[in-house]
Every structure is written in structure tokens, then in C-alpha cells.
């Protein structure tokens, strides 16, 4: 702070302070979530009384550059990045279902999000850090210690009473109010969702989407030989409900499937009451909806968004969860809500797997019931903000000007507009020579119209692997002149 210049003399001393902090922040000296000067510090290096420091923070607060935190000082926030332009509004008639072919391109993505040793910024999972690893091993041990009551398949079609309880339970913070015998466990979020759209449709129907939507959701429409049809998506408020009313005034919609709350990969939040509002419409139109809440829990601020099913008065919502993004992705333990479809999910599932493990559903329903869980999701909701603000700063810092980044409200992926001549799929190529792992966005809808965005895992995020933003940026800025010249 030595070569901050005094000028005891200025009228305004408190502004000067606080030019000279906001300048450093803009600069990158004070990065978001670092603590700045205490009062008592600063006014001693400055030499300036304490109340021109308060006032000069205080009017840092007001620019909502920095955040007073209890007994602990001062901050700097979070930075909102200004974020992605909106979908153009697209005339009714260029919503057309389309075939899906995807499936080889994602296939051999998993693969390569796959390898050791690399920075992987493209599957998009959790830090391993962050997850109750230890704590979980634990119960596992006691759990195998016990007697071999529950080594039979008796009474689990439906998955292990206990974890139906603990999902019941939680439901009501998202505005449901589930019972344990609503709900099945699966195996993941995905063979909830996979369930849900066998439940729904046959081969040949049509589905609402929003565009961009995540790729595994994709693939398993294609697979199911069903046709997409891509809503446009706000970066912030979700799928746009004038165009998915034309949609399904205009063509024969057979079901919905949306991610909610923080789509992946724009992050966006359909607000609830707009949530309120869809769910209406759709039941009016008898059309189901697949919602996919896996990043429900993972919100940065405020309190938890309901989901749409909390509005389902005709059992028309298929509620899709899984805990793998906040306790094991490895477990593969999901859930799925399915209204009035509960029969045919539960004959599926009979055909299909019987029903998941049962020792992963035991260990997840005794970390729900013995508490800490509220306590866990405090401490990586935290984590996931700061990771997601720092790389999004870092992105608009390294890549080329003209570079958008995505603005979420919770989840861990960011979503990267750049400019036209990139092309994304090349980066992915280049990247992955450079050990470092993205997921072009091609792969994220049906047409080629995202050729020139990637979405990054923010969860990887660290000092360690700060390095290979700045490598992505300077990739970016050379694909963005190869096409130029
Ligand atoms: C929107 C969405 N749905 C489903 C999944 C897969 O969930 P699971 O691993 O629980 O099957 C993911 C994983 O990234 C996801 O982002």
C-alpha cells in the first residue's frame, strides 16, 4: 500500500481512498473474495483519520465494488460480468423439429474428459475437494459391518424407504410436497430423465428443449429416436415462454424437457413465478414436463428456487434429481418425482435394472438423516460462487475484447461467447495437445449455431489451474486471427 500518494490537503480525501482501492481491484491486486486493508490499517498507512477510511469503504459498498462481513472485514464482491447477450426473438415459423446427431462427438468428449493428468475444464463435475468424501467412507464401513438384513431385493423396486424419506422431507424447500411413495430412486439424474422420456413418448415424437441444452440430454433423445425441438433460452431467465407457447400452439409437442433451475450450460433461472405460469399453460395443452433440477441446491445467493412441479396440480410434472454434484457423482444416486406416470416409470425400471444399488442409496439416505447436509451445501454453494466469479473474471481478463461470458446464478459451468471466426470444435483439439480439457458448443444443439462457444467447469477452478485460462485465451485470440487473415 507504500506507494498510494497522501494528499491530506484534497477536500474529498475519502474519495482519493477509495479511487486508489477501486483502482487496485480494477487491476487485479484485490481479486473477488480477497480481504482489503482493515480500516484501522489503512488509516494508519495513509496517515488519513478513520472516518474518511469508513467513508471512502462505505462508498466502495455503495458502487458495490466491496461487502462488510461480520467480525471480519472488509471484501471485495463478487463482480457480476456483464454477461450474454439475449437469443434473438426467433419468428414461430424457424422452430423446426429437428434429427439429432450429436451422439459421436459427446461420446468421444466423455472419453478425453476422462483422461488423468489434464486440466479438465469440459466434463462438467464436481471438485472432489468439495465432496463428503471421508465422511461418507465412514458410513459405508459401518453400514457393511451390519447384518445382511437388506441383501435381498424384497420392497426396493421402488429404492431404499430411507432415502425416499429423506427426499420427501427435503421437498418442501422447493415447494413440494412429496411423499415417500411419489418418489423412486435411480441411478443418476440420467436414468431418471431417461425414464421420464420413455414414459412420456415414443419414437418419432417430439420434444421442447431449450437451446443451448446440455448434450447427454441430447444424445438420449436421439437415442430414443426422438426429435428436438430447440426453445430459445435467455442467459438469465430460461426458456422463453412466447416462444414455447407458438411452439406448442403450432406443432404436435409430445413432452417438455428443461433444466429449470441453472440450466447447463448457460446457468440461466426461470423465475418462479414464470415457472408457475409455464406449468399452467402446459397443463392446459396436456403436455408433460421432464424437469431436470440436478443444480437446484447449488444456487450463490438468495434462497432455494422452487421447481416447476411445485405448481403440478394434474401430476403432469416428472421431477429428475440426483445427488451427484454435491455428495458422489459415483454413486449414481438419483431420484425422479413422476406424477401421474408412476405406473409405467416403475415398469421401465423393472425391465430395465430392477433398482439401483443398494448400499450407495443406504449411505446417502444416513448422511441426509444425520444432519450436516444443510451445512455441507453452505460451505459449497460458497466454494462454487467464488470458483465461478474468479474464472469468469479470469476469462474476461485473458481472452480476446469482444469475448461474453456467462453470468449464473449457481451451478459450476460458465458458457463463453466468442468471437464468430473461432471455431470451437478446433480449440477443443488444440486445447487437449495443451492437457487442458473444454467442451465445444457444438455439441449443445441440433444446428451449428454455437460453433463459436465452449463451456467450462468452474469447479475445477483453482491457482493451480489458473495457468490454462490464460493458454485458452491465447488460443482463442489466435483462431480469432487465422480466419481473419
Ligand atoms: C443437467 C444435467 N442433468 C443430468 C446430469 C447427469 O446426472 P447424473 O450424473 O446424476 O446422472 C448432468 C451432469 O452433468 C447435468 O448437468
Redesign the pocket.
Known amino acids: 500500500m507504500e506507494n498510494i500518494a497522501v494528499q491530506p490537503e484534497q477536500d474529498f480525501l475519502y474519495e482519493q481512498v477509495a479511487d486508489d482501492i477501486a483502482t487496485m481491484i480494477e487491476a487485479g491486486s484485490f481479486r473477488f473474495g480477497d480481504r482489503i486493508p482493515s480500516v484501522r490499517e489503512l488509516s494508519r498507512k495513509r496517515g488519513v483519520s478513520i472516518t474518511t477510511v469508513m467513508q471512502a469503504y462505505r462508498s466502495l459498498e455503495d458502487k458495490g465494488l466491496i461487502e462488510a462481513r461480520p467480525q471480519s472485514g472488509y471484501y471485495v464482491r463478487l463482480r457480476k460480468p456483464p454477461g450474454l447477450p439475449a437469443p434473438d426473438p426467433v419468428p414461430g415459423s424457424t422452430l423446426n423439429p429437428a434429427e439429432i446427431s450429436v451422439e459421436k462427438l459427446a461420446i468421444q468428449i466423455f472419453r478425453e474428459n476422462l483422461i488423468p493428468g489434464m486440466v479438465h475444464f469440459g466434463?462438467?463435475?464436481p471438485d472432489p475437494d468439495l465432496l463428503p468424501t471421508s465422511r461418507l467412507n465412514r458410513i459405508l464401513a459401518t453400514l457393511s459391518r451390519k447384518p445382511d438384513y437388506r441383501h435381498s431385493l424384497c420392497g426396493i423396486i421402488d429404492g431404499c424407504e430411507e432415502l425416499r424419506v429423506q427426499v420427501a422431507q427435503r421437498s418442501f424447500q422447493y415447494g413440494c410436497r412429496l411423499a415417500p411413495e411419489d418418489i423412486l430412486i435411480?441411478?443418476?439424474?440420467?436414468?431418471?430423465?431417461s425414464l421420464g422420456l420413455r414414459a412420456t413418448c415414443k419414437p418419432g415424437d417430439t420434444v421442447a428443449i431449450e437451446s443451448p441444452?446440455?448434450f447427454?440430454?441430447l444424445q438420449m433423445l436421439e437415442a430414443q429416436g426422438l426429435r428436438a425441438l430447440e426453445i430459445p433460452t435467455h442467459p438469465e431467465t430460461g426458456v422463453s415462454l412466447d416462444a414455447l407457447r407458438f411452439a406448442i400452439e403450432h406443432q404436435s409437442v409430445r413432452a417438455c424437457l428443461f433444466?429449470t433451475n441453472f440450466?447447463?450450460p448457460l446457468g440461466s433461472l426461470i423465475p418462479d413465478e414464470r415457472k408457475e405460469e409455464m406449468v399452467a399453460f402446459l397443463a392446459a395443452h396436456d403436455v408433460p414436463l421432464i424437469e431436470?433440477d440436478?443444480?437446484g441446491e447449488l444456487y450463490f445467493s438468495g434462497e432455494r428456487s422452487n421447481v416447476a412441479k411445485a405448481y403440478d396440480k394434474k401430476g403432469l410434472v416428472l421431477l429428475?434429481?440426483?445427488?451427484?454434484?454435491d455428495i458422489s457423482?459415483s454413486y449414481?444416486?438419483?431420484w425422479i418425482a413422476p406424477g401421474r406416470y408412476k405406473d409405467e416409470i416403475e415398469r421401465l425400471k423393472l425391465v430395465s435394472n430392477i433398482a439401483p444399488s443398494l448400499l450407495p442409496q443406504l449411505a446417502i439416505a444416513e448422511f441426509l438423516a444425520g444432519g450436516g447436509y444443510d451445512h455441507h451445501l453452505r460451505r459449497i454453494r460458497k466454494a462454487y460462487a467464488q470458483k465461478t466469479a474468479c474464472m469468469a473474471d479470469s476469462i474476461l481478463r485473458h481472452f480476446p475484447p469482444g469475448t461474453c461470458v456467462s453470468s449464473p446464478q449457481g451451478?459450476f459451468?460458465l458458457w463463453v461467447q466468442m468471437a464468430e471466426s473461432v471455431d470451437a470444435l478446433e480449440m477443443y483439439s488444440r486445447a487437449l495437445k495443451l492437457g487442458i480439457t473444454l467442451v465445444p458448443g457444438h455439441v449443445f444443439s441440433t444446428s451449428n449455431q454455437y460453433r463459436n462457444y465452449i463451456r467450462l467447469n468452474t469447479a475445477q477452478w483453482s491457482d493451480k489451474t489458473a495457468w490454462a485460462v490464460q493458454r485458452l485465451g491465447v488460443l482463442a485470440a489466435q483462431l480469432e486471427n487465422k480466419r481473419q487473415v
Open positions: 466434463a462438467a463435475t435411480t441411478s443418476g439424474c440420467i436414468e431418471a430423465v441444452t446440455y447427454n440430454l433444466v440450466n447447463n431436470d440436478i443444480n429428475c434429481s440426483s445427488y451427484s454434484k457423482p449414481r444416486v438419483g451451478g459451468v
